[in-house]
């Protein structure tokens, strides 16, 4: 509770106050004050001492002080709270204020309702409870703005340029690819035909690549031919002479026997060389039977076998190979721009050499086998070492053909592909995989390492939110119907004209807020609206204050902690309906049987008497703020006093007159008795002594209705009070004008004091 308000200093209207220090605050504490006065100041520094903020005093520096606020407040508990140097030692957060600030705050700005009312008014009505849920969302929905910056950042970390068109979510959803180089190339080489596909659709394939081989079994079998029909003794006797001749005999001798053959046809057969006639030697009968058709026949096989030797492994056949093999070789650089072509590994200089090797081995066996058809020959370990290995280049190049030969077919399908290929698609393909390849790299990575990350915090702390949010929803399905019966029932004793209605939560980026009907002949108006009724149209200011003191009170009825509340009330009827003044008192009355302590402040007196008047069985302590030389001070206010009115007063007057015969009151108690009658008679007969109606003519009307139906006051009452009007009009300037020298007789003057008193006391008759 507070106790006193000990120092105000440099603040408002107060330069350095310490006189309420004095003046002890109770239970129920009234502070009454002109507007501009200071009561404005004071509600500002009790409801700086609740939040703690330096602002409410801070902005009221007083004008011209050369020295910040200073203020002393004392409590109840502990030490005094100090705000010095612009902080409080302490505060005190049971203060509840109700004042312009609080229907600025939660109710209306102005004549506008703002977000910031709704969000206000939002925290009012869940309380402390409500309002600690709700800071739990509104810290998570605080945080997820902070993920949201984050994230944007670290996505902005993520190079553009490399994430192939994708935001940073798709980008780094990206997962890998095994074997993503082949992919990337197979795709670089699709769209690289995609975009020549003329080209591509006339390109050459693979030519067909192919080494003759060499059939030894038929060279060993020529090489090795004789003549089996020849007589042994014919052969061995050829076989001999031919052995005695030179290299080449034999065919000299094959050449010879043809000539001698055509001269004996001419005649007898002599020798070409010695003319001897060759009829009786026996030789020649045997080298007719060795040089006959047979030999004739090996001869031509030896000759043909020659000839297909070098058609098929010599001319221009190793060059057409070479050349074969460059096209192929040719080939493949164009198409490997295309797609994934096999390399060819021909190392034709080698193939040369051992081609070249078996060629000639063989060529020379078959030149010695046609320099003597009948000699019998074999090929030789050297001719076929060289021949195997020709052969195992022939196989090893039968290997890379059949490569070729597959290699066609993939030809064929890209031929295929390229012609009706989709450029574009092909493009987006290469792309999505050149990000994925820069995806997963190191750099890229990490960064996108950080992306997720976030992103998953993020989630995190949504599922939170979501979690506080649904608490704090299930909560204000109960708080909220309840607040707005609350509400409503204010607004009842308050004789208000319209009610609340769908009052109602709302959740926004902003945080939670209320929202709410007002209903006017049961026709809801809503709060804002660009034309046509709403909040500031339908509610007159008296309106605006009355719905903003049900807030109030509805809000203060559902605290917990009601019981060691301070609640502060200034000038709760600025605005206020004249009519809606008796529900106030009483609202406030039962407000502080409740609380711990309340404090009114008003410019209002009828007001602020009627609030001390009902709350007399309640300890009390009154207070004023006056003027002080060029400001304010506080001093005590004597409430009694002023609560007794003139009529009071003049009747205790002539009460204490009549006790004690002072002479000095004298003519004061003369000129008094005739507003003391006119005071009673006004409050006893208001029908018939209206305002503006002098007494002396109330006194004729009552003499003229004596005895009629209409009869006011009887026959003695109507005498005397004719009688005590003479005797107070000699002290009246409109009836004497030297009232001011008419003569004071002390028994007379008391014996009509005492009549007039009397008079006025009587029941009507």
Not at 69 to 89: K, T, Y
Not at 154 to 167: E, F, Q, S, Y
Not at 340 to 362: H, L, S, Y
Request: with cysteine.
């Amino acid at each position: 509770m507070v106790q006193a308000i000990q120092l105000l200093r440099n603040i408002g209207q107060f330069d350095s106050v310490n006189a309420g220090a004095q003046i002890p605050f109770a239970k129920l504490t009234v502070v009454y004050g002109e507007n501009g006065r200071g009561k404005t100041t004071l509600t500002a520094i009790l409801r700086s001492l609740a939040t703690g903020a330096a602002t409410p005093i801070s902005d009221r520096h007083r004008l011209g002080a050369a020295n910040p606020p200073h203020v002393v407040i004392g409590l109840a508990a502990g030490a005094p709270a100090v705000f010095e140097n612009g902080a409080w030692s302490r505060t005190e957060p049971n203060v509840a204020v109700f004042d312009d600030e609080f229907v600025a705050q939660n109710v209306c700005s102005g004549i506008e309702v703002i977000p910031g009312n709704r969000q206000n008014l939002h925290e009012l009505i869940v309380g402390s409870q409500g309002v600690a849920l709700n800071a739990a969302v509104q810290t998570h929905v605080d945080r997820i703005e902070q993920h949201n910056r984050e994230l944007r950042a670290k996505a902005d970390a993520i190079p553009a340029a490399r994430r192939g068109g994708l935001d940073a979510e798709a980008f780094c959803a990206l997962q890998p690819i095994p074997d993503l180089d082949r992919e990337l190339a197979d795709a670089e080489k699709r769209l690289a035909a995609a975009r020549s596909s003329e080209v591509v659709a006339t390109a050459a394939i693979f030519p067909a690549l192919s080494l003759p081989a060499f059939d030894l079994d038929a060279l060993d079998g020529l090489l090795g031919r004789d003549l089996p029909g020849l007589e042994e003794a014919a052969a061995e006797r050829v076989q001999a002479h031919i052995a005695l001749l030179a290299r080449g005999g034999e065919r000299w001798i094959g050449e010879g026997l043809t000539h001698a053959d055509h001269a004996a046809a001419a005649g007898p057969a002599i020798c070409p060389f010695c003319a001897q006639d060759l009829a009786g030697s026996s030789v020649i009968g045997h080298y007719r039977a060795y040089f006959g058709d047979a030999y004739n026949d090996l001869k031509r096989d030896i000759a043909n076998a020659i000839q297909a030797l070098t058609t098929t492994h010599a001319g221009d056949v190793p060059a057409a190979f070479e050349r074969t093999v460059r096209e192929a070789i040719e080939r493949r650089e164009f198409w490997q721009a295309f797609t994934e072509v096999p390399a060819i590994q021909i190392d034709t200089a080698e193939i040369a050499r051992a081609w070249k090797a078996a060629r000639d081995g063989i060529m020379e066996r078959l030149k010695a086998k046609q320099a003597a058809p009948l000699e019998p020959l074999a090929l030789g370990d050297d001719v076929r070492a060289a021949v195997a290995t020709y052969e195992e280049q022939r196989v090893g190049l039968d290997r890379v053909a059949a490569v070729l030969v597959q290699a066609n077919e993939a030809l064929a399908l890209v031929k295929e592909e390229a012609r009706a290929a989709n450029v574009a698609a092909l493009a987006a393909d290469l792309t999505r995989l050149r990000a994925v390849e820069a995806r997963h790299q190191p750099d890229m990575a990490a960064l996108c390492t950080a992306y997720v990350d976030e992103r998953d915090e993020k989630g995190r702390t949504e599922t939170a939110r979501d979690q506080a949010r649904e608490a704090l929803n299930q909560y204000r399905q109960n708080v909220f119907p309840a607040y707005q019966d609350a509400v409503n029932d204010y607004l009842r004793r308050f004789n208000a004209g319209f009610r609340l209605g769908n009052v109602a939560p709302v959740n926004n980026r902003g945080g939670s807020a209320a929202n709410y009907n007002v209903l006017i002949n049961n026709i809801a108006v809503g709060l804002n609206a660009a034309e046509g009724p709403c909040f500031r149209t339908a509610l007159s200011a008296g309106d605006r204050n009355t719905l903003a003191l049900a807030f109030f009170f509805a809000t203060l009825e559902r605290d917990q902690a009601l019981a060691q509340k301070i609640v502060v009330i200034d000038d709760p009827m600025s605005s206020l309906d004249e009519h809606r003044t008796l529900h106030t008192v009483q609202e406030i009355h039962r407000l502080a049987g409740a609380v711990g302590q309340v404090i009114v402040l008003s410019h209002s007196k009828p007001f602020i008497l009627n609030v001390w008047e009902k709350c007399g069985a309640l300890p009390r302590a009154s207070l004023q703020v006056v003027r002080a030389q060029q400001g304010s001070t506080l001093v005590a206010w004597d409430v009694t006093g002023d609560m007794i009115t003139l009529h009071d007063k003049r009747h205790a007057d002539a009460l204490a007159y009549l006790q004690a015969a002072d002479p000095a009151v004298e003519r004061k108690i003369a000129e008094s008795l005739r507003p003391m009658l006119e005071t009673f008679v006004r409050v006893a007969f208001p029908a018939q002594f209206r305002p503006g109606g002098k007494l002396g003519q109330f006194a004729d009307i009552c003499r003229q209705r004596l005895g009629t139906a209409d009869e006011i006051l009887g026959p003695n009452d109507t005498a005397e009070l004719r009688a005590l009007l003479d005797f107070g009009n000699r002290y009246h300037h409109d009836e004497n004008p030297a009232y001011q020298t008419e003569a004071i007789n002390d028994r007379e003057l008391a014996d009509f004091t005492r009549r007039t008193l009397a008079f006025a006391s009587r029941p009507r008759q």
